[in-house]
């Protein structure tokens, strides 16, 4: 019978990780699945004896809180050679080691990452996919490499039957650090308390796949065995050593939440108990924006928001009693109360929760109807950038994979940034003040979505601001609609480094000021 060993303390565990070792990390911000006491066993051992180091790390969401925890146990020059990440800003630290060149530096979309580490296990050559194409993890820009310390080529391009495609390389992991809820007799693993399962799974195949180990924290041990069967999530034979962290939190709020992980009916079918708490409504700009895509989500049946102003608008939609339709996210969540900010990626009460690799499967193959995005800069061929602000590598994400699947993309941000405030009366928009770092570029810093390629795929795109709406067309980006209260050639024009194609509505109100 298969038993994992039981690691009785941190020290024992880290020294099962050799110097130069390729690990794979599934986790995601709000402390979801993140295996955070054992990072911090390995941050130990590197601050006492300098090793492990000349690590290797990839994961595909942002792991940690921004303040230390998951991925930032790990940024210490030296401990760190290489990151391969999906996002990043969760550890401004490992954020700095990739601005000062201490690291070489890479990433690509969440989506390709957790497919790609799946595929890697299974033994097949890699992933080729279309997703990628025309940004900057395309070989023809910058192939993923995000500092000029990172000279490995991870993608190159591909013609299948006369279309055009990206093969990313297989991946040899050396050790997969994951976390579950509990681990059973046998050694397998549920995850059934946790909010989400994201690529625990397809992480762990990486490593067992390359002949590697696969370390796992969980809270509790049981005597016997996982039942329901079908909760075990990662069975005992591919799990090699198991940390018990009998005060391991659900996620950043803390406590256990029975209906995130859907352990309990939901009160809308039950009305037993007290509802879950109301995620609060976006205010002020985020309103504004917000409560206009909304308008764009009309008749979708699958949408999908992301992070940012997006996630706000589940909890518009629920106050002004507007149907939105079936919503997910890229952690695979379905429907429920979508929570925002650093718990962005779970619900109370959802419907259905899959492993990530699944829903992006899902979402490739054309699952979402629309999909509403947040926008970091835009430029005079419809490109946008949310991966690369300031001098940081942010990353993509799921945006990448979202934005170029979707049949209609929605992107959400303010006009500029830095200063900004607006205010609306009475349906009119007032900018207060302006802000003094412009959004609306002649081209943008790093290219998450490729205007042209979505021109190429046949998708609608719309970019919302606080003051106008633009379209991408043929002609290239229109101005469609400049909100009520703004002068279109003074709050608008004038303020962008592009001319945009005039919208048929607005040909003649950009030759007068504003009503």
Not at 40 to 46: D, I, M, S, V
Not at 81 to 103: D, N, Y
Not at 166 to 181: E, F, M, N, Q, T
Not at 482 to 511: H, K, N, T, Y
Request: glycine letters at 14%.
């Amino acid at each position: 019978m298969h038993a994992p060993l039981i690691v009785p303390d941190g020290a024992a565990l880290a020294a099962l990780i050799a110097d130069g070792a390729t690990i794979a990390l599934a986790g995601s911000g709000g402390g979801l699945i993140e295996p955070d006491a054992v990072l911090a066993a390995l941050e130990q051992r590197f601050l006492a004896t300098g090793h492990p180091r000349d690590l290797t790390v990839i994961h595909a969401l942002g792991i940690g809180d921004g303040r230390g925890s998951g991925l930032g146990r790990l940024a210490h020059e030296g401990m760190v050679r290489r990151v391969i990440g999906g996002h990043w800003s969760w550890s401004p630290a490992m954020q700095k080691l990739a601005r000062e060149e201490k690291i070489a530096a890479y990433s690509l979309p969440a989506g390709v990452i957790s497919t790609l580490l799946r595929e890697s296990g299974a033994g097949r050559p890699g992933l080729f996919t279309r997703i990628g194409l025309g940004t900057f993890v395309d070989p023809a820009l910058d192939g993923g490499r995000v500092n000029a310390s990172a000279r490995e080529a991870l993608v190159e391009r591909a013609v299948i039957d006369g279309r055009d495609y990206l093969h990313y390389k297989p991946l040899k992991v050396d050790v997969a650090i994951i976390r579950g809820s509990a681990v059973d007799s046998r050694g397998s693993l549920t995850l059934a308390d946790e909010p989400a399962d994201l690529d625990v799974y397809a992480v762990a195949l990486a490593a067992r796949g390359n002949g590697g180990k696969v370390i796992a924290q969980v809270r509790t041990r049981l005597a016997g065995r996982i039942t329901p069967t079908r909760l075990a999530r990662i069975p005992g034979v591919m799990v090699d050593a198991v940390f018990l962290v009998p005060g391991q939190q659900q996620s950043a709020l803390g406590a256990y939440d029975a209906r995130l992980c859907g352990a309990v009916a939901p009160f809308r079918e039950t009305g037993e108990g007290a509802p879950p708490p109301a995620a609060p409504e976006p205010e002020g700009l985020r309103r504004i924006i917000a409560a206009r895509a909304l308008q764009e989500i009309a008749g979708a049946r699958s949408v999908n928001f992301g992070f940012g102003i997006p996630g706000g608008i589940p909890a518009l939609a629920r106050g002004l009693g507007v149907e939105i339709g079936w919503c997910s996210v890229e952690q695979g969540t379905h429907n429920g109360a979508l929570l925002d900010g650093a718990l962005f990626g779970t619900a109370r009460d959802a419907d259905a929760v899959v492993a990530s690799p699944d829903q992006f499967d899902f979402y490739g193959g054309g699952g979402i109807d629309t999909a509403v995005l947040g926008l970091g800069e835009m430029d005079a061929d419809g490109n946008v950038n949310v991966s690369r602000l300031g001098g940081d590598i942010v990353g993509p994400g799921g945006f990448i994979d979202i934005s170029q699947s979707a049949r209609k993309v929605v992107f959400c941000g303010a006009f500029e940034a830095r200063g900004l405030e607006v205010a609306e009366r009475d349906g009119r928009i007032a900018i207060l003040k302006p802000g003094s770092q412009p959004k609306l570029v002649e081209r943008v810093r790093h290219v998450t979505f490729s205007g042209p390629q979505a021109l190429r795929n046949g998708q609608e795109v719309v970019y919302i601001t606080e003051r106008a709406v633009f379209r991408l067309t043929a002609a290239g980006v229109e101005l469609s609609e400049v909100a009520p209260g703004i002068d279109p050639v003074r709050d608008v024009l004038e303020r962008m480094a592009f001319a945009p194609v005039p919208g048929p509505s607005l040909s003649a109100r950009l030759q007068s000021p504003a009503a």
